[in-house]
């Protein structure tokens, strides 16, 4: 950041006061400019047959990888909504969302990455804009090798120990 969003000077880089990281300050009119972690929301649908739904990307990073529908949050809407907005845009499928499953801090490139457990709702599913593929697995055949991110194998690792314990709970993880 370069210049200041709210009046257009030059903005620095400093410690404000009663702060204690670096900030992206302006001297002119006094904003700070916070930098946060963003936000990435998914799902792992599950089918009646207990199949899990994956997309294969069709974007950077990690095109031709297959990952849970899942994405950045926009503003104005709830982490539930979208994780079932990513899921319909991906994988062309309604879901019912049944309880947050992994949060992980991806510290690297500071993102949180929330991923829910869900029930495909109506066993429909298609080819979105960012999906080269979409299919149903079942837990044999999940492309362990080939999966985006740490984050989705992390999640997908502990949602199907906890199936198979029939005990589902929130887990967390810090990838570096």
Not at 58 to 79: L, Y
Not at 136 to 145: G, K, N, R, S, T
Request: aromatic share 8%.
């Amino acid at each position: 950041m370069n210049y200041c969003s709210a009046c257009g000077a030059s903005i620095i880089v400093r410690i404000p006061a009663g702060d204690t990281l670096p900030r992206h300050c302006c001297d002119t009119c006094g904003q700070i400019h916070y930098l946060n972690p963003k936000i990435v929301v998914g799902c792992m649908p599950e089918a009646d047959d207990g199949r899990l739904l994956l997309c294969r990307r069709a974007i950077e990073p990690r095109s031709g990888f297959w990952t849970m529908p899942a994405g950045f949050m926009e503003n104005g809407e709830s982490v539930t909504e979208a994780a079932q907005r990513e899921t319909l845009e991906e994988a062309c499928a309604r879901v019912e969302l049944l309880g947050l499953s992994t949060i992980a801090s991806v510290v690297r490139v500071n993102q949180v990455h929330m991923m829910y457990r869900a029930r495909l709702l109506d066993g429909e599913y298609g080819v979105g804009d960012e999906s080269l593929e979409v299919r149903l697995f079942d837990e044999a055949d999940i492309p362990w090798d080939e999966l985006a991110f740490r984050s989705v194998t992390a999640a997908f690792k502990h949602f199907l120990e906890d199936r198979s314990n029939g005990v589902f709970s929130t887990h967390h993880v810090d990838l570096r």
